[in-house]
C-alpha cells in the first residue's frame, strides 16, 4: 500500500458559488433543526486523535468534547469551503489542524487515527472505494468510523428520480451524487457496520447514519 506522499496529486476543488450556498443554507433554522443533532451525535462518539473527512465549512467543530477528544486532523479538497472551516476551527473546544487534502490521497501515515468523522461528504468523493480504503488505512485497528450520508432511496420511483437529477446535482451541488449507496461501500471496504440506521423522512432527507469498526 503507498506511504503519504506517494500518492499521486489529485485535482484541486475550488466551488466558491456551492460554498457560499451551502454555508447560507447551513445557518438556516430548517437544516440546523435537522442536521444539528446528528452532528452533535456523530461526534460525541469520536475518541482521542481524530481524522475529520470532508470538514466543509467546519459545521462539526462546535460539537467535539473536550477530554474524550484529543485534537482533530481535518481534511477538505475544496479551498472555498476551507474559508469558513479555518473561521470556526478558532473557536472549536479541541485543538483543530485544517489540510486541503482529498480523502483518496490522505497525507497521515498508517493507523494514526483513533477515530474518523465523515458527513455529507461521500456523495462528492471523486472516487469513494479509494477513498474509504484510504481512511481504513489510516485509522487504527479497532478504531471507529463515524458518518451521516445522504444516499440512495429504497422507493424505487424515487431512487429513479434520483438518477435523472444526478447530472443536475453533480454540476450543482458540489459533485453530489446523491443516488449511492454508501453503507455498501463501507461493507465492502473491510469495515465492520456496529450500527445503521436510515433517517429518511422525505425526498430531500434520504440518509443514513452509520458505525463501523475498522478490524
Known sequence: MKQAGEREMLAPIYHPVFA?????????????????PVR?????QARGYVLEVGAGSGLNFAFYVPGQVERVAAIEPDAAMLRYARQRA???PVP???TQAPVEALPFADETFDSAVVTLVFCSVADPPRGLQEIYRVLKPGGMLLMAEHVRAQNAIIA?????????????????HWNRDTAYAVARAGFQITHLRSTSASMLQLGIVLYAVRP
Open 96 to 98: 483543530i489542524t485544517l
Open 90 to 92: 478558532t473557536t472549536a
Open 160 to 176: 429513479r428520480i434520483q438518477d435523472m437529477l444526478v447530472p443536475l446535482t453533480t454540476r450543482l451541488a458540489g459533485n453530489c
Open 40 to 44: 452533535r451525535e456523530l461526534v460525541g
Open 20 to 36: 457560499t450556498a451551502f454555508e447560507w443554507m447551513a445557518r438556516m433554522g430548517p437544516m440546523r433543526r435537522a442536521m444539528d
